[in-house]
């Protein structure tokens, strides 16, 4: 198990307990938390898990493939630190990590 806390656009913290293998946004789905639509189950075909990267764990995420970077033309409010929740797999290297959830998805 792994922690992964993900901040709402209300500032509501959900800190979880997650599976190593998981995906942040099968996470933010599984419990609910507002903000994360993931319309395509996971496919990075939607960009709608759209959240931003804590600034304290960018390096540790890394950058977007190339496919992830395409899709990621079609989210509202793009920043440095984007990346599609669903293709963020957690591991023992992103335990503690936090992502933020966007003013609202595409
Ligand atoms: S769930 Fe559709 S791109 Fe992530």
């Not at 600034?55 to 079609?74: C, I, K, R, S, Y």
Request: charged share 25%.
């Amino acid at each position: 198990m792994t922690k992964l806390s993900i901040i709402a656009f209300d500032g509501t913290r959900h800190e979880l307990d997650v599976q190593t293998g998981s995906t942040v946004m099968e996470n933010a789905v599984r419990n609910s938390v507002p903000g994360i639509e993931a319309e395509c189950g996971g496919a990075c075909a939607c960009a709608t898990c759209h959240v931003y990267i804590d600034e304290a764990w960018t390096a540790a995420v890394g950058a977007p493939e190339a496919m992830e970077e395409d899709m990621l033309d079609f989210a509202y409010d793009v920043r440095p630190t984007s990346r599609l929740s669903c293709q963020i797999k957690m591991s023992d290297a992103l335990d503690g990590l936090i992502v933020h959830v966007p003013e609202r998805q595409a």
